[in-house]
Nanobody
Framework: QMRLMESGGGSVQAGGSLRLSCAAS?????????MGWFRQAPGEEREAVAS????????TYADSAKGRFTISRDDAKKSLYLQMNKLKQEDSGMYYC?????????????WGQGTQVTVFS
C-alpha cells in the first residue's frame, strides 16, 4: 500500500501563494501512478482540483484552478506538488493528495491525511 503525506498548508492572505507537497512511501511504483489533488471545504463534498499522469502527461485542472494552480511531480523524489497562486477565499479547505493506477477510481486508490489551507481577506 502506498502511503501519502501532505505538507505545505497554512493561512495566507488573499492574493498570496502556497506550495503544497505530497511525499509517497511504501509499496507501489510512484512513477506509474496517476496523482491528484482534491479539496474539501466544511459542509461540502470533496472536489478534484488537479491531476497529473505518469511522466507528467495528462494534466487536468478544475475550472477554478486553471491559470492559477500548477500541478507537478518529481518521480525521483516520489513527490507531488501543487503551486497555488493568486489564492482566493474560496480556495480554502482541506487539501488531499491521492494516487491511483491507470483505469482505477480515485476512491479505490491511496489517500493522504490532508493539509489545511485557509485564505483570509
Amino acid at each position: 500500500q502506498m502511503r501519502l503525506m501532505e505538507s505545505g498548508g497554512g493561512s495566507v492572505q488573499a492574493g498570496g501563494s502556497l506550495r503544497l507537497s505530497c511525499a509517497a512511501s511504501g509499496s507501489g511504483l510512484f512513477n506509474l501512478r496517476y496523482m491528484g489533488w482534491f479539496r474539501q471545504a466544511p459542509g461540502e463534498e470533496r472536489e478534484a482540483v488537479a491531476s497529473i499522469g505518469p511522466g507528467g502527461a495528462d494534466t487536468t485542472y478544475a475550472d477554478s484552478a486553471k491559470g492559477r494552480f500548477t500541478i507537478s511531480r518529481d518521480d525521483a523524489k516520489k513527490s507531488l506538488y501543487l503551486q497555488m497562486n493568486k489564492l482566493k477565499q474560496e480556495d480554502s479547505g482541506m487539501y488531499y493528495c491521492a494516487a491511483r493506477i491507470s483505469g482505477a477510481s480515485w476512491e479505490g486508490g491511496s489517500w493522504g491525511q490532508g493539509t489545511q489551507v485557509t485564505v483570509f481577506s
